[in-house]
């Protein structure tokens, strides 16, 4: 079936530094995808919501430019965390609007930040 | 988007079946019920969705109450690897998807 392919699925990076997360829809358009944070023993938290060829929609209370999305094709959205902080380690999962069940989910990204 | 309501916990003996509930008083006409599994570390799962009518699915069955405010996902036989965090969501589907807002599930634990 259609899946949703998330890379890298963990990452350590040096505070300061920048990470990319990418998101590729296989077999399938995204036209929007979503991208969710989800800190340990916590529910997911929706960050932003991307759309093909136009700006991102963020949620309240997340910075758009610490947090930059890109999802220039289809098949492809990416999020980029800049100058990481120990303080955005966490699982970063990325979601697909499939119409035969709704919505598919990447495997999910740990990032750790040291 | 309406909100669900969800046991924080919940058991079931390897085999049985287990029966999650989930209230959703405030779903609108247009609101789907989702049912989404999450297993430790891992992205969510798709299990199963519905409208207004009883479903089933190779995974699992969905019971809708007739008022549609409450829904009950049923694994029908149980196995340790369905332990997991269930959400039940509600959210436009059809032609209208919106973003899905994740409660904090029921931590269903499948023991020997």
């Known amino acids: 079936g259609a899946v949703v392919s998330q890379h890298p699925s963990w990452v350590i990076c040096k505070s300061g530094t920048s990470v990319k997360i990418e998101c590729r829809s296989l077999d399938f358009q995204a036209t929007t995808m979503f991208w969710y944070r989800q800190f340990p023993k916590q529910s997911l938290m929706l960050m932003a919501t991307?759309?093909?060829?136009?700006?991102?929609?963020?949620e309240q209370g997340v910075e758009k430019d610490k947090f930059l999305i890109n999802h220039a094709s289809l098949t492809l959205s990416t999020l980029t965390v800049t100058s990481a902080h120990p303080e955005d380690s966490s699982f970063y999962i990325c979601s697909a609007i499939l119409d035969s069940h709704g919505y598919t989910f990447g495997s999910g990204t740990r990032l750790t930040v040291v | 988007d309406a909100k669900t309501t969800q046991p924080t916990s919940m058991d079931c003996a390897e085999g049985r079946a287990a029966n999650l509930p989930c209230n959703h008083s405030t779903i609108s006409g247009n609101e789907y019920v989702y049912w989404y599994r999450q297993i430790h570390s891992q992205g969510p799962q798709y299990i199963i969705h519905g409208l207004k009518n009883n479903e089933t699915n190779e995974m699992a069955s969905l019971i809708i109450t007739e008022d549609r405010k409450s829904s009950t996902l049923i694994l029908p036989h149980a196995t340790l690897r369905d332990t997991a965090v269930y959400y039940c969501i509600v959210s436009p589907g059809g032609t209208s998807y919106g973003k899905l807002t994740f409660g904090q599930g029921t931590i269903l634990t499948v023991h020997p």
């Open positions: 991307s759309n093909e060829g136009s700006k991102a929609t963020y």
